[in-house]
């Protein structure tokens, strides 16, 4: 079993709608979760970083940690058809631990 | 204005050859790492480096070398391409947790 578990997708929803990404994991150790954004034939760009459970609102963009779950979160809101892209959430136990990704969800925001 | 920096962005090159792919960052961190992302597929960590003359192997097997002689600086060298070495090879940079990549190499061993 992967420690990180995310839905491929492809998951296609139409301009302005509100989009939900999630990640479960299995490793109760992790405490640092982040979101990365890779567009096509491009490097991943850190979205958002959160440490504890709760939200963290940026934008457009909130990321929900739910550590007793082991499930994390990433809502677009209006979506852009801009917002197309692969989500990937990662995550990790802290100090010089390796951050531990996910196999990312194919997002398309038709106009 | 501080990047992270990747060259070639694409190459193609027969089986057997020696290449090496260079990473440079100019935002003075001290962490640095290659991935291996095939599509559809997790990012895989192949090497890190936390400092000067400092390498680590990654958690997936690779026969791929690097070197951390300069902290801006961490290039790949692979001896001997072979077709299953055919992948996007991504470099990141770090000063505390938050990873920043690079723009990836698209290598393509024929």
């Known amino acids: 079993q992967k420690e990180v578990e995310q839905d491929p997708g492809p998951l296609s929803v139409p301009e302005g709608a509100i989009v939900s990404l999630n990640c479960t994991y299995s490793n109760s150790a992790f405490q640092y979760f982040m979101w990365y954004r890779q567009y096509s034939r491009k490097g991943p760009e850190l979205l958002m970083y959160?440490?504890?459970?709760g939200n963290k609102e940026d934008g457009r963009f909130t990321a929900q940690v739910d550590k007793s779950s082991k499930y994390i979160s990433l809502f677009i809101r209006d979506s852009q058809p801009s917002d197309s892209a692969t989500y990937l959430c990662?995550?990790?136990?802290?100090?010089?631990?390796?951050?531990?990704f996910g196999a990312g969800t194919r997002l398309a925001v038709h106009p | 204005e501080a990047d992270i920096y990747q060259t070639p962005r694409y190459l193609v090159i027969g089986t057997g050859k020696k290449i090496t792919l260079e990473c440079s960052q100019t935002?003075?961190?001290?962490?640095m790492y290659w991935y291996q992302q095939d599509p559809g597929m997790e990012l895989h960590l192949i090497h890190y480096s936390y400092g000067v003359n400092s390498t680590e192997k990654g958690d997936l097997s690779s026969e791929s070398t690097v070197s951390r002689i300069r902290t801006e600086h961490f290039p790949l060298t692979l001896e001997s391409a072979r077709p299953s070495h055919t992948s996007q090879y991504l470099c990141a940079s770090s000063h505390n947790d938050e990873q920043f990549f690079g723009p990836g190499t698209r290598l393509t061993v024929l």
């Open positions: 959160t440490y504890s459970s």
């Open positions: 935002m003075g961190h001290d962490k």
């Open positions: 990662a995550m990790k136990t802290g100090g010089y631990n390796k951050l531990i």
